[in-house]
Nanobody, 122 residues
Framework: VQLQAFGGGLVQAGGFLRLSCAAS????????MSWFRQGPGKGREIVAA???????YYTDSVKGRFTISRDNAKNTVYLQMNSLKPEDTAVYYC?????????????????WGQGTQVTVSS
């Protein structure tokens, strides 16, 4: 699966952005799709994940602000980010792994997009 992420940018605190990730090269079915991020000087961490059947996971710091969704017909996963905070500043990566249940560890994912920069100014 090849992944390409879109939608990053510069936004003021309290603003919103929508990230998209298009998958190609193989069937999208039975893949968990996730968004990770890596802030300056930090390790890569999971932000949100969604299973093929629609179950979702969110890291605590984004619950109530971010929403992950997927359109299986379009092979696309989205991350709607509202009420953005400066601490959300990071490079955001979409990732995929072929499993029916959500996994959150970086090393469980073998397909990665190129990353898109999100910068939130205070």
């Amino acid at each position: 699966v090849q992944l390409q992420a879109f939608g990053g940018g510069l936004v003021q605190a309290g603003g919103f952005l929508r990230l998209s990730c298009a998958a190609s090269g193989r069937t999208f079915s039975n893949y968990v799709m996730s968004w990770f991020r890596q802030g300056p000087g930090k390790g890569r961490e999971i932000v949100a994940a969604i299973s093929w059947s629609g179950y979702t996971y969110y890291t605590d710091s984004v619950k109530g602000r971010f929403t992950i969704s997927r359109d299986n017909a379009k092979n696309t996963v989205y991350l709607q980010m509202n009420s953005l905070k400066p601490e959300d500043t990071a490079v955001y990566y979409c990732a995929a792994t072929r499993t029916l249940t959500i996994v959150t560890a970086v090393n469980r994912y073998d397909n990665w997009g190129q990353g898109t920069q999100v910068t939130v100014s205070s």
